[in-house]
């Protein structure tokens, strides 16, 4: 089992960044009943899940959790219980009106930031220690829009923006669908037939 340091890194960290850049795309499978999500929202709540950034005292932060292909989105969804249901969730795909530099947590650069790719599927209260330090930390990282690391499930692309990204990404209403709009479907069935998920 690989170590997973706390931060700080042992030594000064040599990051690599990826620019995502004006006009990429991003995918998002979200719950409009739960913390007010809608295809831009970015949840103050926290910290919850995987980098969430929060601190106590801290109300200004927010996180938001993309993809950037719909196949990452759906095994981050349902990968853990094996079945794509077709309910109430949506799928955005949004699109950036300006570029993000985003932390490489990938590969070796995971280690060049200080940390290991395991740092990706650890423990929450581990992985969000290293998001507020890597977010705290502009003079080693960068002033940082988010981090972009893979998916615990299939190594799929996964992107964790801060707030500082919020006014970067827009998603007009014709790139908002229902997991159960018929072309929406269709790719979805294909995504997990690719990944032996099944499909209710």
């Known amino acids: 089992m690989v170590l997973i340091a706390a931060p700080p890194p042992a030594q000064r960290p ?23 999500a809608g295809p831009l ?21 927010a996180i938001y959790y993309a993809a950037l292909s719909l196949e990452g989105c759906v095994v981050e969804v349902f990968g853990d219980v094996g079945v794509v249901r077709l309910c109430e969730l949506r799928v955005a795909n949004p699109l950036l009106e300006r570029e993000l530099l985003l932390l490489d947590l990938r590969g070796s650069a995971a280690m060049r930031a200080g940390t290991v790719v395991a740092v990706s599927s650890a ?20 002033q940082i829009d988010g981090l972009i690391y893979a998916k615990a499930h299939n190594g799929a ?15 007009p209403a014709e790139r908002d669908w229902s997991l159960r709009d018929p072309v929406v479907e269709t790719a979805i069935r294909a995504i997990a037939h690719d990944n032996d998920l099944l499909v209710e």
């Open 123 to 142: 423990d929450h209260a581990l992985s969000q220690q290293w998001s507020r330090y890597f977010y705290d930390n502009p003079d080693s990282y960068g």
């Open 14 to 36: 040599r990051p690599q960044h990826l620019t995502l850049t004006q006009g990429s795309e991003l995918y998002r499978i979200y719950d409009p009943a739960r913390h007010g």
């Open 157 to 171: 692309d996964a992107i964790a923006l801060y707030e500082r990204s919020q006014g970067a990404v827009t998603c």
């Open 41 to 61: 929202s970015f949840r103050h709540v926290g910290p919850l899940v995987r980098f969430d950034h929060h601190t106590q005292g801290a109300a200004e932060r």
